[in-house]
């Protein structure tokens, strides 16, 4: 299974990006989300959502600016980000629940103040 993240890019305080995310191979998808690291700091979570309801989980720093959704047809999750912040600039991570764990490169996102 390969994750292939994608929509990163520099975008200025307030402004918006969508990150996109497929899986190709074969996975269950049992979760799928969205981790983020910033220059000097650990990896954290973001976002995730479950195939079975649907539910979004977001974490507080992010609630009610991004939205995570996903295309099972097309294995594929999508994270709209939205009133970025400064402290948003991280390498942004998908990860997916299949049989185990996987993960995708990762895609800078850089918001400038």
């Known amino acids: 299974v390969q994750l292939q993240a994608s929509g990163g890019g520099l975008v200025q305080a307030g402004g918006s990006l969508r990150l996109f995310c497929a899986a190709s191979?074969?996975?269950?998808?049992?979760?799928m989300g969205w981790f983020r690291q910033a220059p000097g700091k650990e990896r954290e979570f973001v976002t995730s959502i479950a195939r079975s309801d649907s539910i979004p989980h977001y974490a507080d720093s992010v609630k009610g600016r991004f939205t995570i959704s996903r295309n099972n047809a097309k294995n594929m999750v999508s994270l709209q980000m939205n009133s970025l912040k400064p402290e948003d600039t991280a390498v942004y991570y998908c990860?997916?629940?299949?049989?185990?764990?996987?993960w995708g490169q990762g895609t800078l996102v850089t918001v400038s103040s």
């Open positions: 191979g074969r996975t269950s998808s049992l979760f």
């Open positions: 990860n997916n629940l299949g049989g185990r764990w996987y």
